[in-house]
């Protein structure tokens, strides 16, 4: 009988009616806190600035990454490598085929003309491999657009692990015959 009057009254309070006044909140979780945001101005600092400067030295976690040729395909002087910063080995080869496929290939194509899947079906073309252009360019060059992308391409950055992409590199080269 209680429980029958208990949803009587809770549903009778659920009639769609609006109110001016903030809803009852019954567990904050702290939902609302003191706080400083970002980029605010703070009177406990005496620049006033509520962001700190890290400490010198400091790395953020999984950011110390001393071989720039590696991860960034450029050496120490900001010029791009001239050439695969792995050893080309027949097991890289096959892993740089194999991501290829799954990666490039549905836009550039099995042989790297820039006919893929998606140009049939009406987008842009992309460069083809084969052109004496896109040989020319240097392996950190094409390392850098599978990281961080160029024009109409999205960044791999997130999808394709360092050494994966070196691997397609190295799998376009051959491509190339180079």
Known sequence: M???????????GCQGSTSEKPPIHLNPNMDSQKKYKAQSYSNFFVNG????????????????REDSGFYLGIDRNGRELTSNALEITNELLVRGKERYEIY????????????????????????SFLDDKVKNFTDGYIYGVITNGVRTM?????????????????????????
């Open 104 to 127: 490039c290939q549905p836009c550039h194509n099995a042989n790297g003309d820039g006919q893929g899947l998606v140009v049939q079906k009406g987008l842009l073309p992309p460069p």
């Open 2 to 12: 209680l429980t029958a009057l208990f949803f009587t009254i809770v549903f009778a």
């Open 154 to 178: 999205p960044s791999y950055r997130h999808q394709i692990m360092v050494k994966d992409r070196w691997a397609i590199v190295a799998h376009l080269r051959k491509m190339q015959g180079k």
């Open 49 to 64: 600035s509520t962001m700190r400067m890290p400490v010198e030295g400091t790395v953020a976690r999984g950011d110390l």
